[in-house]
């Protein structure tokens, strides 16, 4: 069965959660990469989902985005009408100004004052009527970012967002996307290699294996969190699930 548009239904209003898989399987031809997978989000939780590549967590984070039409897939998911995604490339249009990509398809009737706001908010004012090509990566990437918030949705959905930039604009873009999360509350799903980022940012940490979650930890460490022994602690585990440590 292909996966069709009836297996993506809107969040009912007022639900406890905010996103609700229930059995979702996708196969690639014959190779079953999610596993009747069910899943709860609820509302304004950040959860990051990490796992070895191949695991499966693109496929996750596509079905839940409703971009997975060419695969096969059974279970039902439930998801808020406005999401966002964010990708690791920027995906700018490279022919619209800045301002005119964050506002692309955006029909409020104040849309290039919060477009404009946006850009604001990551540091990027000043810049509305550049081209993209004349942004660094770093740049473009926040760009992006104010796409992504600029409507201010219920659930943002990132893979990799930031696994191509640099070791600091990375760290850099943790902070931003923390900042403005907290001011907005959407639900995040980010998907990432990166178990630090993962520890430091969210509520809730899904391990994935073979389509499969086989880890669904709770980390209640308080913000900012520092690498102390706690941090490490987890740190340990979750590379240990990972099979880090284990001989090749
Ligand atoms: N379009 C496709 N056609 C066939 N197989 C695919 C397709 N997209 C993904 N797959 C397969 O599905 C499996 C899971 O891929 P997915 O991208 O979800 O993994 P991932 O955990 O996100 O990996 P990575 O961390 O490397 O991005 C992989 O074995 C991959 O080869």
Redesign the pocket.
Known sequence: MSASIHSLIPAQAGSPQAVSLVGVTRR??N?T??DAVSLDLAPGEFVALI????????????AIAGLDD??DGDGVISVPDDRSVLFQDSRLLPWKTVLQNVTFGFRAADADKRGCRALADVGLAGREGDWPNALSGGEQQRVALARSLVRSPHLLLA??PFGALDALTRLKMHELLFQLIRRQRPTVLL?T?DVDEAIKLADRILL?EN?RIVVDRAIALPHPRARDRRFDDLRNELLAALGVFDTV
């Open positions: 690639f031809s190779r990469v999610l796992g070895k590549s191949g695991s499966g967590k693109s496929t996750l984070l596509r060419d695969v893979d990799e998907v290699h994935m389509g």
